[in-house]
């Protein structure tokens, strides 16, 4: 069974540039979660989607969304990039939400330049 | 608010010495508890979890933790450490609760000397 596959896996985007984030999750799985990961504040969670839903959402700025399609397969977008915003962004996948593991991905490297 | 306390930023072991990296949590309640490992430039890999039931977890790479109610703790521990064990250790919980939001600690780097 292919894991969790996050496209691309690196990325160079300019200060004020938008960037979208592909993530494809383990096949039967129906939630999705992103967690953007940096040295000073660690793995933060951003959202999770589950059935095209978002059911939870982090402690982020407007500027960071997500959607969900029919086939599970979740984009992340971020709009107005900022220096700050540079960062390895994983995805999760798990069957349902709630009580079961997340399974990450390799994540996607975003450098704001 | 929940949140999850790894006190060693930094551990280095001798290949083949024991290991356990230590992992407290603060919720009201028996969260779902997680460890996972993280390769340099890696996603994270499951070791091993709790849900429910015997407090002692087994997971792969022969890693366990063990869950203490009375402490708020989820240690991991491996009784022999291989140089390949050498990465970011994070422990996690997860609420019993309809979501799917993990809260990490800060992550603990392991070093394995030969």
């Known amino acids: 069974k292919a894991g969790v596959t996050q496209t691309p896996r690196y990325l160079i985007k300019t200060r004020g540039q938008q960037v979208t984030l592909s993530c494809s999750p383990i096949?039967?799985?129906?939630?999705v979660s992103w967690y953007q990961q940096t040295p000073g504040q660690g793995l933060q969670f951003l959202f999770e989607?589950?059935?095209?839903?978002?059911?939870n959402k982090g402690n982020f700025p407007g500027r960071f969304s997500g959607r969900q399609f029919s086939n599970s397969r979740s984009e992340m977008n971020v709009s107005t990039l900022e220096l700050g915003d540079s960062a390895l962004y994983l995805c999760?996948?798990?069957?349902?939400?709630?009580?079961?593991?997340?399974?990450f991905g390799q994540g996607t490297r975003l450098t704001v330049v | 608010a929940q949140s999850v306390t790894q006190p060693d930023i930094h551990i280095t072991v001798s290949e083949g010495a024991s290991l356990e990296l230590r992992c407290n949590y603060s919720y009201g309640a028996t969260p779902y508890l997680f460890w996972y490992v993280q390769s340099p430039g890696q996603g994270l890999q499951l070791l091993l979890k709790?849900?429910?039931?015997?407090?002692l977890v087994q997971g792969i790479k022969g890693f366990e933790a063990e869950f203490k109610r009375s402490q708020s703790s989820f240690n991991l521990r491996k009784p022999s450490v291989h140089w390949s064990d050498a990465a970011e250790y994070f422990c996690?919980?997860?609420?019993?609760?309809?979501?799917?939001?993990?809260?990490f600690g800060q992550g603990t780097t392991l070093q394995v000397k030969p």
């Open positions: 999760a996948s798990s069957p349902r939400t709630g009580d079961t593991e997340a399974f």
């Open positions: 996690a919980v997860g609420l019993p609760s309809n979501t799917g939001k993990l809260i």
């Open positions: 709790y849900f429910s039931g015997d407090t």
């Open positions: 096949s039967g799985h129906r939630s």
């Open positions: 989607y589950f059935s095209e839903t978002q059911r």
